[in-house]
C-alpha cells in the first residue's frame, strides 16, 4: 500500500513537470516552424529539424519562454534571408522581438493583437510593404525599430491613427521606410515618446504644433526627399526636453526662434540646408552646445562669438566673415527694414555682404558717394511694417514701395530724413497719422484708411527724376527698374496742398492718348529695326555657329588609357565664345590654304613649328585617340615637352568646330594651376590644332583603374587626398574666383591629368557652359557622361555648377573604392556608383569593404574616409541646393592634407606671363609661377583635427546614419 502511494506521488509529479517544462503551446510551435519553413538559409537558426518542443529543455537557440509560451525572438545579425509567417501575430505571449540586421524580406505580418509586445525590432532589413492593420493593438509597445525597409516603396505609407494609442511608446525609428506625408499630430501627444527618428523619408509639410509641449528628447526629420518639409521652426523653442535635434537638407523657412536659447538641454542642433532668414539670435550664441551646424542657409547680419564646441556656419549671406564683426550702419539699418517684412526670401537672397553698394543688392541705388539714396521694391510681395531704423540712412532721396502689403503707421522717425523727397506707399494698408514731412511728395493712394484730409499739409513740390549724377555706378537708376505707378503721374499726384487733384476732361485724355498712342508707334517701329537689324546680323554669321541642338554623350567612361576623349559641344559653346567677348572663327568653313585667327591674345603658332616638334605627326608621338582627333606628344629644342591636340579633317563638323573653338575661349581667359594651360593654337587650312602643357603621368583613370595593367603603383591615400583637393582647387576657381562663372559638365578621371609629382589639373574644356549673370540655372541640350550626371541635369537638361559637384562627388566615390562610376559588368545593385555608395556610405562595415584594397586602409586612416565619404554623399545629394559649393569641399581637405599657402589674383592669373614670347619660354614662364605660388608640406598626421561624430543611439536605433 505504501510502495503504492509513492509510486502514485512520483507519477503526479512527473505529471506536473510534463505540463510545466515538456509541452510548449503547439501553435507558438507551428508559428516557430513555419517561420524557419520561410527561411533560405533555415540552418542559421540551429533548430532541430523535428523538434517540437522550443521551450525545452533544453531551449531552442534564440527562443525565450516562460512556462510553455514563447517570450522572446532573438535574432539579429545573424543574416537570415526570407519571410515572416503570416500568423506571426498569434505568439500571444511575446513581449520582446529582435530581428534586425539581417535580409527578410516580403511583407510585414500584421502586429495586431500582440498587446503584449513591448519591443520590436526589424530595422535594417529588406521587408518590402507592410499592412494597414500592422499596429492595432500595440498598447504596450515602448521601442519600435522599422529603419532601413524599403516599404512600400512606390507609394509610400503614413502612420495610422491606431498608434495613437500606444501610450507606452518611447522610442520610434522609421529613418529610410519611405514614409511619406505631413508628420502626425499625435507623436506630439504620446506622453512617453522620447525619441523619434524619421530621418530621410519624403514626409512634407510643418513640425506639428503638438511637439511644442512633448517630452522628446532626440528629433530626427531631416533629409527628407521630393522638397522636404517646409514651414517655420518656432515650436522647437518649446521642445524643452531635446538634446539632439536635426532639421537639416528640407525647405524649412523663417527665423531662428530668438527664445531657442531656453533648451538647456540641448546639445546637437543641425539647420543645414534649409531656408532659414534673418539674423542668428543671441540665445543660440550663447548655448554651449556640442555640435551647431548653421551652413546653407539665408541667415544675414553679423556672425556672432559662438560658444559651441564644433560649430560651421558656412554659405550664408553674412555682412562679414570674422565672428564679432558688426555690420557697417547702412547694412544694419536695411536688416531691421527686411527684420519687420519677415525676411522675404528674394530679398534675403540677394542682400549680403557689408556694402550695399557694390554687391548684389536688388532695389537699391546709390549715389556717387556710395550711399543708398533710393529704395525701389514696388510690387515685390511684402508683407510686414516700415521700420522706424530707415531714418538712420540720411542719404534716402526716394522710398518706393508701392502695391505691397504694409501694413501699421508710417514711423515717425522718417521725419529725420532731411534728403527725401519722394515716399510713394500707394497700393498698401497703411493707417494714420501722416508725419509731418515738409517738401516730400507723398503717395498715398490705395491705402483705404487714409483720406484726403490725412495727407500732409505742407506745400509739396514734384521733384525732378535724378541725375546721372544721383544714380549708384553699379545699377541702372530706379526708373529704369520698374516704372512709376499711375500715383506718380501728373493726374494723380497730390496737389499742394496735399489733395488728390479732381480728375480732367475728355480733352484732356484724349491728348493724353494721342501722345501715348504715338511713343508706342515709335516704340514698336523701333523695336522692328532692332530685330531687323540682329536677323541680318545674324544671317551673315550663318557659317559660324550650328544651330543644331544635337549633342554626343559618353555612355559610361571606358578609361582607356589609348583613348583621349574629345566630346561633342552643343552650339552653347558658340555662344559662350560670343558672351565672353572672344570672335569667332573667321571663315572656318571654307577649305583654303590661309591662315585663320582666333581672337585670344598672342596664342597662334604655326603649323609648321608643331610638325617639327612631333615629328610630323608620327605614330610613336601619338599619345591617344578619341571621336574627333588624336593628341600627339611634342618636344620643344630645349627639351620642353608640349601636347598637340590635332582635329581630324575628316570629322571636322560644326559641333567639332564649337568644341575646338570653346577650349579656346575658355583657356584663353582662365589660368590656375590646377587648370590645363591652353600654350596655343593653330588653324591651316584643313588642320585645327590645340597646344597644351604636357602632364607626363596621363589621366587620373589610369591610376584607379589600370594600374595593374598598365604595370603601375597604385596611388597612396595621401597622393588621393592630394589630388581631390587639386581638383577642389580648380573647379572651386572655375566657379567663383575666375572673371566668370563656367560650368565645366563633364568632370571625370579621364578628364584630370597629372603632372610628374601627381599633382592633378583639369582638362577637356569643349563641354564648357558659361552661367549667364543673373540665372540661377541654365536650360541647356544634354551633354557629358552617365554615372557623372546629376539627376536635375540628366532629366531637365536644367544646369547650375552645381552639376560640377555632383560629378566631383562621384570622383571623390571613385578615389575611396577604386570603382568606376558606371560598369555594366558589376552586379546590379552596384552598376551605378553614386546610388550604391548612398546605400552602404553610412555603415561602417560596409564602408571599410567597400574602400579600395590597394590602399589597406587602417583605423586611423578610415577616419579620414568616412569624412570623405560624408562629403562624397553631400556632392551627390538629390536636391542641387542640398549640394555644397566647391569652396567648401576645398575648407574640408584642407586641413586634412597639408598647410596650404593660398596665392593671390594675380599669380591666379598669371598675369605676369608675356604671350607674345617664344613657346618654350613661355612654358618656362608658366613651371616658375606655378612654383613661386605654393609650397606644399608634406601630409601631416590628422589625428585630433577631425571633427568627431555625435554620438548616436544605441544600436537598435542607430543603424542609419541620418545625417
Given amino acids: 500500500m505504501g510502495v503504492n502511494r509513492a509510486n502514485f506521488c512520483i507519477f503526479l509529479i512527473f505529471c506536473l513537470i510534463v505540463v510545466i517544462y515538456g509541452a510548449t503551446d503547439p501553435n507558438d510551435v507551428k508559428i516557430l516552424n513555419d517561420f524557419k519553413k520561410g527561411l533560405e538559409n533555415p540552418e542559421l537558426l540551429k533548430w532541430p529539424d523535428n523538434g517540437d518542443d522550443p521551450c525545452g529543455p533544453p531551449l531552442w537557440p534564440y527562443v525565450f519562454c516562460a512556462g510553455n509560451r514563447v517570450t522572446q525572438i532573438q535574432a539579429k545579425s545573424l543574416g537570415l534571408k526570407g519571410t515572416l509567417p503570416p500568423s506571426f501575430n498569434q505568439l500571444s505571449e511575446l513581449f520582446n522581438l529582435g530581428l534586425q540586421h539581417n535580409?527578410?524580406?516580403?511583407?510585414?505580418?500584421?502586429?495586431?493583437?500582440?498587446?503584449?509586445?513591448?519591443?520590436?525590432?526589424?530595422n535594417d532589413n529588406q521587408f518590402d510593404g507592410i499592412p494597414s492593420g500592422f499596429f492595432d493593438g500595440l498598447s504596450s509597445i515602448r521601442d519600435l525599430a522599422l529603419a532601413e525597409n524599403p516599404?512600400?516603396?512606390?507609394?509610400?505609407?503614413?502612420?495610422?491613427?491606431?498608434?495613437?494609442?500606444?501610450?507606452?511608446l518611447t522610442n520610434l525609428s522609421l529613418v529610410h521606410c519611405n514614409l511619406v506625408g505631413p508628420v502626425p499630430d499625435f507623436l506630439g501627444t504620446l506622453p512617453s515618446l522620447s525619441n523619434l527618428l524619421l530621418s530621410y523619408n519624403r514626409l512634407s509639410g510643418r513640425i506639428p504644433s503638438s511637439f511644442g509641449q512633448s517630452s522628446m528628447q532626440v528629433l530626427?526629420?531631416?533629409?527628407?526627399?521630393?522638397?522636404?518639409?517646409?514651414?517655420?521652426?518656432?515650436?522647437?523653442a518649446s521642445m524643452s526636453s531635446l538634446t539632439q535635434l536635426w532639421l537639416h537638407g528640407n525647405q524649412f523657412t523663417g527665423t531662428i526662434p530668438k527664445n531657442i536659447g531656453n533648451l538647456t538641454s540641448l546639445m546637437d542642433l543641425n539647420l543645414n540646408s534649409n531656408q532659414l532668414v534673418g539674423l542668428i539670435p543671441e540665445g543660440l550664441a550663447n548655448m554651449e552646445l556640442l555640435n551647431l551646424v548653421l551652413n546653407n542657409n539665408r541667415l544675414m547680419g553679423p556672425i556672432p562669438k559662438f560658444k559651441a564646441r564644433n560649430v560651421s556656419y558656412d554659405f550664408n549671406f553674412f555682412c562679414q566673415k570674422k565672428p564679432g564683426d558688426e555690420c557697417a550702419p547702412s547694412v544694419t539699418a536695411l536688416l531691421d527694414?527686411?527684420?519687420?517684412?519677415?525676411?522675404?526670401?528674394?530679398?534675403?537672397?540677394?542682400?549680403?555682404?557689408?556694402?550695399?553698394?557694390?554687391?548684389?543688392?536688388?532695389?537699391?541705388?546709390?549715389?556717387?558717394?556710395?550711399?543708398?539714396?533710393?529704395?525701389?521694391?514696388?510690387?515685390?510681395?511684402?508683407?510686414?511694417?516700415?521700420?522706424?531704423?530707415?531714418?538712420?540712412l540720411a542719404s534716402l532721396l526716394e522710398i518706393r514701395l508701392g502695391g505691397n502689403n504694409l501694413t501699421g503707421q508710417i514711423p515717425s522717425s522718417f521725419t529725420e530724413l532731411k534728403s527725401l523727397k519722394l515716399l510713394d506707399l500707394s497700393g498698401n494698408n497703411l493707417e494714420p497719422p501722416l508725419p509731418n514731412l515738409p517738401g516730400v511728395k507723398i503717395v498715398l493712394d490705395g491705402n483705404p484708411l487714409f483720406d484726403n484730409r490725412?495727407?500732409?499739409?505742407?506745400?509739396?513740390?514734384?521733384?525732378?527724376?535724378?541725375?546721372?549724377?544721383?544714380?549708384?555706378?553699379?545699377?541702372?537708376?530706379?526708373?529704369?527698374?520698374?516704372?512709376?505707378?499711375?500715383?506718380?503721374?501728373?493726374?494723380?499726384?497730390?496737389?499742394?496742398?496735399?489733395?488728390?487733384?479732381?480728375?480732367?476732361?475728355?480733352?484732356?485724355?484724349?491728348?493724353?492718348?494721342?501722345?501715348?498712342?504715338?511713343?508706342?508707334?515709335?516704340?514698336i517701329a523701333a523695336i522692328l529695326v532692332i530685330f531687323l537689324s540682329i536677323y541680318c546680323s545674324k544671317k551673315k554669321k550663318k557659317t559660324l555657329l550650328d544651330d543644331s541642338s544635337s549633342i554626343v554623350v559618353h555612355p559610361r567612361d571606358p578609361s582607356n588609357p589609348d583613348v583621349v576623349k574629345i566630346a561633342?559641344?552643343?552650339?552653347?559653346?558658340?555662344?559662350?565664345?560670343?558672351?565672353?567677348?572672344?570672335?569667332?572663327?573667321?571663315?572656318?568653313?571654307?577649305?583654303?590654304?590661309?591662315?585663320?585667327?582666333?581672337?585670344?591674345?598672342?596664342?597662334?603658332?604655326?603649323?609648321?613649328?608643331?610638325?617639327?616638334?612631333?615629328?610630323?605627326?608620327?605614330?610613336?608621338?601619338?599619345?591617344?585617340?578619341?571621336?574627333?582627333?588624336?593628341?600627339?606628344?611634342?618636344?620643344?629644342?630645349?627639351?620642353?615637352?608640349?601636347?598637340?591636340?590635332?582635329?581630324?579633317?575628316?570629322?571636322?563638323?560644326?559641333?567639332?568646330?564649337?568644341?575646338?573653338?570653346?577650349?579656346?575661349?575658355?583657356?584663353?581667359?582662365?589660368?590656375?594651376?590646377?587648370?590645363v594651360s591652353l600654350l596655343g593654337y593653330s588653324i591651316e587650312g584643313n588642320e585645327r590644332l590645340l597646344v597644351y602643357e604636357y602632364m607626363p603621368l596621363g589621366a587620373l583613370s589610369r591610376h584607379l583603374f589600370q594600374w595593374k595593367s598598365l604595370k603601375l603603383e597604385p596611388l597612396t591615400w595621401s597622393q588621393r587626398l592630394v589630388i581631390a583637393l587639386d581638383v577642389a582647387r580648380g573647379m572651386e576657381y572655375l566657379h567663383g574666383l575666375a572673371r566668370q562663372i563656367y560650368i565645366h559638365r563633364d568632370l571625370k578621371p579621364s578628364n584630370i591629368l597629372l603632372d610628374e609629382d601627381l599633382r592633378a589639373k583639369v582638362s577637356d574644356f569643349g563641354l564648357v557652359k558659361l552661367a549667364p549673370d543673373g540665372e540661377k540655372s541654365v536650360v541647356t541640350t544634354l551633354a557629358g557622361t552617365f554615372g557623372y550626371l546629376a539627376p536635375e541635369y540628366a532629366v531637365m537638361g536644367k544646369i547650375t555648377t552645381k552639376v560640377d559637384v555632383f560629378s566631383y562627388g562621384v570622383v571623390l566615390m571613385e578615389l575611396l573604392t577604386g570603382l568606376m562610376a558606371l560598369d555594366e559588368s558589376r552586379p546590379e545593385e552596384s552598376r551605378y556608383l553614386a546610388q550604391w555608395f548612398w546605400q552602404i556610405k553610412s555603415s561602417k562595415e560596409k564602408l571599410m569593404a567597400a574602400i579600395d584594397p590597394a590602399l589597406e586602409a587602417t583605423e586611423e586612416t578610415f577616419e579620414i574616409m568616412s569624412i570623405?565619404?560624408?562629403?562624397?554623399?553631400?556632392?551627390?545629394?538629390?536636391?542641387?541646393?542640398?549640394?555644397?559649393?566647391?569652396?567648401?569641399?576645398?575648407?574640408?581637405?584642407?586641413p586634412l592634407v597639408e598647410k596650404w599657402v593660398p596665392m593671390n589674383d594675380e599669380s591666379d592669373c598669371f598675369t605676369g606671363i608675356e604671350f607674345g614670347r617664344p613657346l618654350s619660354q613661355m612654358l618656362k614662364d608658366w613651371k616658375e609661377a606655378g612654383s613661386r605660388d605654393v609650397s606644399y608640406a608634406s601630409l601631416e598626421d590628422s589625428k585630433g583635427s577631425i571633427p568627431a561624430k555625435p554620438v548616436g543611439f544605441a544600436d537598435s536605433f542607430s543603424s542609419a546614419d541620418a545625417r
Fill in 151 to 168: 516599404l512600400n516603396a512606390t507609394t509610400g505609407w503614413s502612420l495610422p491613427a491606431s498608434l495613437e494609442n500606444s501610450a507606452q
Fill in 568 to 675: 561633342v559641344a552643343n552650339n552653347s559653346a558658340g555662344s559662350l565664345s560670343s558672351n565672353t567677348g572672344t570672335s569667332s572663327l573667321r571663315n572656318i568653313s571654307h577649305e583654303s590654304e590661309s591662315s585663320h585667327v582666333i581672337d585670344a591674345g598672342s596664342l597662334v603658332i604655326s603649323v609648321q613649328v608643331l610638325r617639327k616638334v612631333t615629328k610630323n605627326f608620327s605614330p610613336e608621338n601619338e599619345l591617344g585617340h578619341g571621336g574627333f582627333g588624336t593628341v600627339y606628344k611634342g618636344e620643344l629644342e630645349d627639351g620642353t615637352k608640349i601636347a598637340v591636340k590635332r582635329m581630324e579633317s575628316g570629322v571636322m563638323s560644326r559641333k567639332a568646330l564649337h568644341e575646338f573653338q570653346a577650349e579656346i575661349a575658355v583657356l584663353s581667359k582662365v589660368r590656375h594651376r590646377h587648370l
Fill in 454 to 523: 490725412t495727407r500732409s499739409p505742407q506745400p509739396i513740390s514734384s521733384p525732378p527724376p535724378p541725375s546721372s549724377s544721383q544714380s549708384s555706378p553699379h545699377r541702372p537708376s530706379p526708373s529704369s527698374e520698374s516704372p512709376p505707378s499711375s500715383s506718380q503721374s501728373p493726374s494723380s499726384s497730390p496737389s499742394s496742398s496735399g489733395q488728390v487733384q479732381s480728375q480732367q476732361g475728355k480733352s484732356r485724355r484724349f491728348r493724353t492718348l494721342v501722345i501715348v498712342g504715338g511713343a508706342a508707334v515709335f516704340a
Fill in 103 to 122: 535580409k527578410l524580406s516580403g511583407m510585414l505580418p500584421t502586429f495586431s493583437g500582440l498587446f503584449k509586445l513591448e519591443f520590436a525590432f526589424l
Fill in 868 to 894: 570623405i565619404a560624408e562629403l562624397a554623399g553631400h556632392c551627390t545629394a538629390r536636391e542641387p541646393n542640398h549640394r555644397p559649393d566647391m569652396s567648401h569641399a576645398v575648407n574640408v581637405l584642407a
Fill in 220 to 236: 530626427w526629420l531631416n533629409n527628407q526627399d521630393g522638397g522636404g518639409m517646409t514651414g517655420p521652426i518656432d515650436v522647437i
Fill in 337 to 392: 527694414f527686411l527684420s519687420n517684412l519677415n525676411y522675404p526670401s528674394m530679398l534675403a537672397s540677394q542682400w549680403s555682404g557689408n556694402e550695399p553698394c557694390t554687391g548684389p543688392w536688388l532695389g537699391l541705388s546709390c549715389n556717387p558717394k556710395s550711399e543708398v539714396s533710393i529704395i525701389n521694391l514696388p510690387h515685390h510681395k511684402l508683407n510686414g511694417t516700415l521700420n522706424p531704423s530707415l531714418a538712420k
